[in-house]
């Protein structure tokens, strides 16, 4: 890994500047890529714009920034993105400072401005190395997420393309799939989840393999079938459903065939379950049976003692002698058959026979 700390000027920084839609923004003579496709869009408001021009007209330093060396040679900026587009904007006279624009200024006031020098950190490496770096290096402002950092890495066309649909404000993922998905489109938080699920959880395997593919049409196709698997499967929407391993799920039981009507029956059922703590687990307990995911309401320390010593402490299986410590509360009629978590429904088992048969 190399990791060379170097100056730049505003006016090399700025030469052959370049903010287009479709090809993205460019800068120092079109070989910085100033707005990968894995970085958020440009934020900054005009109060946060001035402050970055009013540090260097007084030659205060600016934070550090860092940019990664491509293969072919070229940059990209991986930290400082809000505040080189400020720059970049002023120099082109896109905004005013101090109701001044850079056309309206003193010579020697604009060359003072061309001439400050930016640090910038130049990162070139492995993809692992560089991964691993990025994780570890102390980001100024706000911290790229891990899927950023990803991105930059195993960054192309692959990339690239993925950004149409999953990460920007408004784009076609977000369009399917926001009521099924935690975070934003525009952090990467619905890119990373998506190739979460498509590689069951092998995220950067997967970029790997990918990063210098044409196109990301596996990963949109995949996700789009995920989302109308759900809508399928499971008909009536509940804010539950939001953030639910849907993908991992999809991988496993999309090929088996389910009645949603039943379905629809059984979830309401199991939403008006006082004895369901987790009602978000209730999909998966659909798909998988596994109680785990239900969080069932466990018997209270009361309810625990009166069996316990109504039992004078014999386990009804093995029927030996244990202290209540060594024992576990247990439904007599099996809550999945219906045994509600009441006194009258409590056992105490040792817990070798309550794991016998709970079967964990």
């Given at each position: 890994?190399?990791?060379?700390?170097?100056?730049?000027?505003?006016?090399?920084?700025?030469?052959g500047?370049?903010?287009?839609n479709?090809?993205?923004?460019?800068?120092?003579?079109g070989?910085?890529?100033?707005?990968?496709?894995?970085?958020?869009?440009?934020?900054?408001?005009?109060?946060?714009?001035?402050?970055?021009?009013?540090?260097?007209?007084?030659?205060?330093p600016?934070?550090?920034?860092?940019w990664?060396?491509?293969?072919?040679?070229?940059?990209?900026?991986?930290?400082?993105?809000?505040?080189?587009?400020s720059?970049?904007?002023?120099?082109?006279?896109?905004f005013?400072?101090?109701?001044?624009?850079?056309?309206?200024?003193?010579?020697?006031?604009k060359e003072?401005?061309?001439?400050?020098?930016?640090?910038?950190?130049?990162?070139?490496g492995t993809?692992?190395?560089?991964?691993?770096?990025?994780?570890?290096?102390?980001?100024?402002?706000?911290?790229?997420?891990?899927?950023?950092?990803?991105?930059?890495?195993?960054?192309?066309?692959?990339?690239?393309d993925a950004?149409?649909?999953?990460?920007?404000?408004?784009?076609?993922?977000y369009?399917?799939?926001?009521d099924?998905?935690?975070?934003?489109?525009?952090?990467?938080?619905?890119?990373?989840?998506?190739?979460?699920?498509?590689?069951?959880?092998?995220?950067?395997?997967?970029?790997?393999?990918?990063?210098?593919?044409?196109?990301?049409?596996?990963?949109?196709?995949?996700?789009?079938?995920?989302?109308?698997w759900?809508?399928?499967?499971f008909?009536?929407?509940?804010?539950?459903?939001?953030?639910?391993?849907?993908?991992f799920l999809?991988?496993?039981?999309?090929d088996?065939?389910?009645?949603?009507?039943?379905?629809?029956t059984?979830?309401?059922?199991?939403?008006?379950?006082?004895?369901?703590?987790?009602?978000?687990?209730?999909?998966?307990?659909?798909?998988?049976?596994?109680?785990?995911?239900?969080n069932?309401?466990?018997f209270?320390?009361?309810?625990?003692?009166?069996?316990?010593?109504?039992?004078?402490?014999?386990?009804?299986?093995?029927?030996?002698?244990?202290?209540?410590?060594?024992?576990?509360?247990?439904?007599?009629t099996?809550?999945?058959?219906?045994?509600?978590?009441?006194s009258d429904n409590?056992?105490?088992?040792?817990k070798?026979?309550?794991?016998?048969?709970?079967?964990?």
């Amino acid at each position: 890994m190399i990791i060379e700390l170097k100056q730049i000027s505003i006016k090399e920084l700025t030469t052959g500047y370049q903010d287009n839609n479709e090809n993205g923004i460019m800068g120092y003579s079109g070989k910085l890529d100033i707005r990968p496709p894995y970085q958020r869009e440009f934020i900054y408001k005009d109060k946060q714009r001035a402050a970055v021009i009013d540090s260097i007209t007084k030659d205060y330093p600016l934070n550090v920034m860092y940019w990664a060396v491509r293969e072919d040679g070229n940059f990209e900026v991986i930290d400082g993105q809000q505040r080189t587009i400020s720059i970049c904007q002023f120099i082109e006279g896109d905004f005013a400072f101090n109701d001044r624009y850079f056309h309206n200024l003193q010579a020697n006031e604009k060359e003072q401005l061309l001439n400050y020098k930016l640090m910038v950190y130049f990162c070139s490496g492995t993809d692992s190395e560089k991964l691993e770096w990025f994780k570890t290096i102390n980001i100024a402002g706000e911290q790229l997420t891990d899927q950023e950092l990803r991105n930059a890495v195993y960054s192309g066309s692959w990339v690239s393309d993925a950004k149409r649909y999953f990460s920007k404000t408004g784009c076609p993922a977000y369009g399917i799939g926001s009521d099924y998905l935690n975070g934003t489109a525009i952090r990467q938080d619905y890119l990373e989840t998506a190739i979460k699920w498509i590689s069951n959880d092998n995220i950067e395997m997967y970029m790997a393999k990918n990063q210098h593919e044409a196109n990301s049409n596996e990963l949109w196709l995949y996700f789009q079938s995920v989302i109308n698997w759900v809508k399928i499967v499971f008909s009536n929407y509940r804010k539950e459903m939001k953030g639910v391993g849907w993908g991992f799920l999809y991988n496993t039981y999309k090929d088996t065939k389910y009645d949603s009507k039943k379905i629809e029956t059984e979830v309401a059922k199991l939403m008006e379950d006082e004895d369901v703590g987790n009602k978000k687990g209730i999909y998966e307990y659909i798909l998988t049976r596994k109680e785990k995911y239900l969080n069932i309401r466990a018997f209270s320390p009361n309810q625990k003692r009166e069996a316990y010593e109504k039992q004078k402490g014999i386990c009804p299986v093995c029927k030996k002698h244990y202290e209540i410590e060594e024992m576990k509360g247990d439904h007599i009629t099996p809550w999945h058959e219906g045994g509600p978590t009441i006194s009258d429904n409590c056992q105490m088992l040792c817990k070798e026979d309550n794991r016998r048969k709970s079967g964990k």
